[in-house]
C-alpha cells in the first residue's frame, strides 16, 4: 500500500511570535539528541507492508540543513523504509545565505521547495518578526525558482494586523512575478498565550478585510493558472503537493520526530512533543507514541469526510460507502441536507463539496461532523 514519510525537523533560527507549531531554537546539542533519536526511529520495527511515494521534510525550519546533512535524513530512511519517491519535499525559511544549498538540496534529491516567505511586503515581515527582508525573499524564491526544483511553492499569510489591501496586492505581484508552481495561503490564527496576541487584541484585524484579502488572491492565482484545490492551496495542474494531498484523502502516512504524527488504516498517534522526552524514550526502548486512537470504520468515515471536505474535489460518497463500508447518509443525513438547504454544501453527481465560496466558513460547516 502506497504512504507518505513526513519528518519533522524541530528547529528554527528564533521562534516567530505567532507561531504555534513544535519548533525550538537550534543549538547544537540538541540537534544531536534529534540525529540520534531520528537513527532509533528509523530502525525500530514497525508496521509493514508499505511504499512510501512522498517524503516531506517539515519543521520548524528544515532549511537549516546543509546538502550533506539532507543526504544523511535520506539515506536513513532509505535504509529503514521501502521508498520510491516521487516527491520529496524541503521547507524552507528564505535566509539568503542558504541559497548556496539548492544545488546540493537537489542531488540530495529533493525535488519540491515550499518556501515559507509569508509576505513580500516590508511592514509586514517586520510585524511578523520574520528574520529577512522583502528583498531577501524575492531573491532566495527567484533563485530557488531556477535552480531546478520540479516545483517551487510559496507560502502567503493574511489577516496580519496593518496589513493594507496594498501590501496584499504588492505581495500578490510579486509571487506571481515568480511563476510559482504553488501557492499556500494561510490566515494568521490568533492563538492564546503567545507573544503576539497582545498585539491583536490592541489591533484587531478586520475581518471583512481578510475575506477581501483571500477571494482577491483566489481570483489572482485562478487567473494565473493556479486552480485551487483546497481550501488554502492553489497549485499549476500536476504540481499539486502529493504528500499533502494523502492527509486530505485520508490515506496512510508516517511521521518521524518529536511531535509527529502518523495515520495507518485502522489507527493513528503523535510522537511524544518534547525532544527530550522522545529522544530518552528511544535510548530506553519505550514507546514514542501518544494519543493512539483505534480507528473504528465510523469514526474513520467522519474524519475522512472532515478531511476530503476540504478538497475542492469534495468526497465521492459512493466511493466513501465502499471504502469505510459506512453510508454517509445514514451517519448524516440530517447534517448534510441542513448545510445544502443552506448553501453551504453542494451534493450533485454523487460527490459531497463545499462550493469555494464558502471555505472561509468551512469550519463552521466542518464542525457538524466532529
Ligand atoms: S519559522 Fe515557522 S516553524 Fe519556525 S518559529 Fe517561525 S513560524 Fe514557527
Redesign the pocket.
Given at each position: 500500500m502506497r504512504a507518505g514519510l513526513y519528518i519533522h525537523f524541530p528547529f528554527?533560527a528564533a521562534?516567530?511570535p505567532y507561531?504555534h507549531?513544535s519548533?525550538l531554537p537550534w543549538d547544537e546539542t540538541s540537534y544531536r539528541t534529534w540525529r540520534q533519536g531520528l537513527e532509533r526511529e528509523a530502525a525500530a520495527p514497525r508496521e509493514a507492508g508499505y511504499e512510501f511515494d512522498t517524503v516531506y521534510l517539515g519543521?520548524?525550519?528544515p532549511s537549516l540543513l546543509g546538502p550533506d546533512e539532507v543526504v544523511w535524513v535520506r539515506e536513513l530512511v532509505q535504509a529503514h523504509f521501502f521508498l520510491k519517491i516521487e516527491e520529496f519535499t524541503l521547507e524552507a525559511?528564505p535566509v539568503a545565505s542558504r541559497t548556496n544549498f539548492f544545488g546540493g538540496w537537489r542531488e540530495a534529491g529533493v525535488t519540491r521547495l515550499s518556501v515559507?516567505v509569508q509576505s513580500f511586503d516590508e511592514a509586514v515581515l517586520r510585524t511578523l518578526g520574520r528574520p529577512y527582508t522583502a528583498e531577501e525573499a524575492l531573491r532566495f524564491c527567484r533563485t530557488g525558482r531556477r535552480a531546478g526544483f520540479d516545483a517551487l511553492s510559496i507560502d502567503l499569510m493574511i489577516g496580519i494586523p496593518g496589513e493594507t489591501p496594498a501590501a496584499v496586492e504588492r505581495s500578490l505581484d510579486t509571487a506571481l512575478g515568480l511563476e510559482p508552481d504553488h501557492v499556500s495561503v494561510y490566515i494568521l490564527e490568533n492563538v492564546e498565550g503567545l507573544p503576539f496576541e497582545e498585539l491583536l487584541v490592541r489591533h484587531p484585524v478586520d475581518e471583512d478585510a481578510v475575506v477581501d484579502a483571500y477571494d482577491r488572491i483566489r481570483d489572482a492565482l485562478e487567473a494565473a493558472g493556479l486552480r485551487q484545490y483546497e481550501i488554502s492551496n492553489f497549485a499549476r495542474l500536476g504540481k499539486e503537493c502529493r504528500h499533502n494531498l494523502k492527509y486530505w484523502r485520508y490515506e496512510p502516512f508516517i511521521g518521524l520526530g518529536p511531535s509527529a504524527g502518523s495515520h495507518l488504516p485502522g489507527r493513528r498517534w503523535c510522537n511524544k512533543t518534547c525532544l527530550d522526552d522522545w529522544a530518552d524514550a528511544l535510548s530506553r526502548n519505550e514507546t514514542i507514541r501518544e494519543d493512539v486512537v483505534e480507528l473504528t470504520p465510523s469514526l474513520a468515515a467522519r474524519e475522512a469526510l472532515v478531511f476530503g471536505l476540504r478538497l475542492v474535489e469534495g468526497v465521492d460518497l459512493g466511493a466513501f460507502t465502499e471504502r469505510f463500508n459506512v453510508d454517509i447518509m445514514a451517519l448524516f443525513g440530517r447534517e448534510i441536507n441542513e448545510l445544502v438547504a443552506e448553501g453551504l454544501l453542494v451534493l450533485s453527481a454523487g460527490r459531497l463539496r463545499i462550493p469555494s465560496r464558502n471555505f472561509l466558513v468551512s469550519n463552521r460547516i466542518l464542525a457538524k461532523f466532529v
Amino acid at each position: 500500500m502506497r504512504a507518505g514519510l513526513y519528518i519533522h525537523f524541530p528547529f528554527c533560527a528564533a521562534k516567530c511570535p505567532y507561531c504555534h507549531f513544535s519548533s525550538l531554537p537550534w543549538d547544537e546539542t540538541s540537534y544531536r539528541t534529534w540525529r540520534q533519536g531520528l537513527e532509533r526511529e528509523a530502525a525500530a520495527p514497525r508496521e509493514a507492508g508499505y511504499e512510501f511515494d512522498t517524503v516531506y521534510l517539515g519543521g520548524g525550519t528544515p532549511s537549516l540543513l546543509g546538502p550533506d546533512e539532507v543526504v544523511w535524513v535520506r539515506e536513513l530512511v532509505q535504509a529503514h523504509f521501502f521508498l520510491k519517491i516521487e516527491e520529496f519535499t524541503l521547507e524552507a525559511n528564505p535566509v539568503a545565505s542558504r541559497t548556496n544549498f539548492f544545488g546540493g538540496w537537489r542531488e540530495a534529491g529533493v525535488t519540491r521547495l515550499s518556501v515559507g516567505v509569508q509576505s513580500f511586503d516590508e511592514a509586514v515581515l517586520r510585524t511578523l518578526g520574520r528574520p529577512y527582508t522583502a528583498e531577501e525573499a524575492l531573491r532566495f524564491c527567484r533563485t530557488g525558482r531556477r535552480a531546478g526544483f520540479d516545483a517551487l511553492s510559496i507560502d502567503l499569510m493574511i489577516g496580519i494586523p496593518g496589513e493594507t489591501p496594498a501590501a496584499v496586492e504588492r505581495s500578490l505581484d510579486t509571487a506571481l512575478g515568480l511563476e510559482p508552481d504553488h501557492v499556500s495561503v494561510y490566515i494568521l490564527e490568533n492563538v492564546e498565550g503567545l507573544p503576539f496576541e497582545e498585539l491583536l487584541v490592541r489591533h484587531p484585524v478586520d475581518e471583512d478585510a481578510v475575506v477581501d484579502a483571500y477571494d482577491r488572491i483566489r481570483d489572482a492565482l485562478e487567473a494565473a493558472g493556479l486552480r485551487q484545490y483546497e481550501i488554502s492551496n492553489f497549485a499549476r495542474l500536476g504540481k499539486e503537493c502529493r504528500h499533502n494531498l494523502k492527509y486530505w484523502r485520508y490515506e496512510p502516512f508516517i511521521g518521524l520526530g518529536p511531535s509527529a504524527g502518523s495515520h495507518l488504516p485502522g489507527r493513528r498517534w503523535c510522537n511524544k512533543t518534547c525532544l527530550d522526552d522522545w529522544a530518552d524514550a528511544l535510548s530506553r526502548n519505550e514507546t514514542i507514541r501518544e494519543d493512539v486512537v483505534e480507528l473504528t470504520p465510523s469514526l474513520a468515515a467522519r474524519e475522512a469526510l472532515v478531511f476530503g471536505l476540504r478538497l475542492v474535489e469534495g468526497v465521492d460518497l459512493g466511493a466513501f460507502t465502499e471504502r469505510f463500508n459506512v453510508d454517509i447518509m445514514a451517519l448524516f443525513g440530517r447534517e448534510i441536507n441542513e448545510l445544502v438547504a443552506e448553501g453551504l454544501l453542494v451534493l450533485s453527481a454523487g460527490r459531497l463539496r463545499i462550493p469555494s465560496r464558502n471555505f472561509l466558513v468551512s469550519n463552521r460547516i466542518l464542525a457538524k461532523f466532529v
